[in-house]
């Protein structure tokens, strides 16, 4: 983090997994921390967990996929920290593996509003108070699924391609602003909803027997990825797709 003052960090999907572990990192940096989940007890625990190690943070209750509700969570940080420097849009879901054309119109159009369209509405709200403090940093948390096909995952894929292009665009229009845009994108990282997917199932196995570190990520090193592109370590570096996933991209 930069030491100019007191620096304010917004987290989205907070209250578990890679964005808990981000909100505790921004804290542990000095940045307040406001910890956004669509789960008030999730979120509530994470600031906690913060205000006990020493940091600062305030729980929100957010929906993503609303705008309205977005709106009223970026200012309520506002309100409660004074403006916005960092963001690291992390909230999304995940959707049942199945080819095109077993999907259904409603599954399709809610995993895209909640990734891809909950995203927008995000940064939407939260690229005026950057420009406000005349520049910051945005990490949106992507996917591998963002970079190339997951087979049977039409939906998820298709949104996390718009997120890292969504990315890419903001990077570009808001670098005259000397805000940066980038987005991690991590491989199959050890959260608890990986945990309950692959709970009875060989599938942590079959996965670090194609990934080259042989290993998955913890929600830990996802989220030292997104502060890290958040911190003045990255000044140079905008519009970027990082993976994070132990060299299974290579």
């Known amino acids: 983090m930069s030491d100019r003052g007191r620096k304010v960090a917004l987290v989205t999907g907070a209250g578990s997994g890679i964005g808990r572990a981000a909100a505790r990192e921004f804290a542990r940096s000095g940045a307040a921390v406001a910890v956004l989940d669509i789960d008030a007890s999730k979120a509530a625990e994470t600031a906690e967990m913060i205000r006990k190690d020493g940091g600062e943070a305030l729980a929100v209750t957010v929906d993503i996929a609303d705008a309205r509700s977005v709106q009223s969570a970026v200012e309520r940080t506002v309100a409660s920290y004074g403006g916005l420097d960092y963001a690291v849009n992390n909230a999304g879901m995940a959707s049942h593996h199945r080819r095109l054309d077993q999907l259904s119109v409603d599954e399709f159009e809610r995993v895209a509003r909640v990734n891809l369209t909950g995203t927008f509405l995000c940064m939407k709200y939260e690229l005026p108070l950057l420009r406000e403090r005349r520049g910051g940093a945005i990490v949106n948390i992507a996917s591998n699924g963002g970079l190339y096909a997951i087979p049977t995952a039409p939906a998820y894929v298709a949104a996390k391609h718009g997120v890292v292009g969504l990315t890419k665009v903001a ?80």
């Open 171 to 250: 990077a570009v229009d808001y670098a005259p602003d000397n805000i940066r845009v980038n987005a991690v994108c991590p491989g199959p990282t050890r959260t608890p909803g990986f945990e309950q997917v692959a709970a009875g199932t060989d599938m942590v196995a079959r996965q670090e027997a194609i990934t080259p570190l042989g290993r998955l990520a913890t929600a830990a090193e996802a989220a030292a990825a997104a502060v890290w592109l958040c911190s003045d370590a990255a000044s140079y570096i905008t519009g970027i797709a990082m993976s994070v996933d132990g060299g299974r991209r290579a």
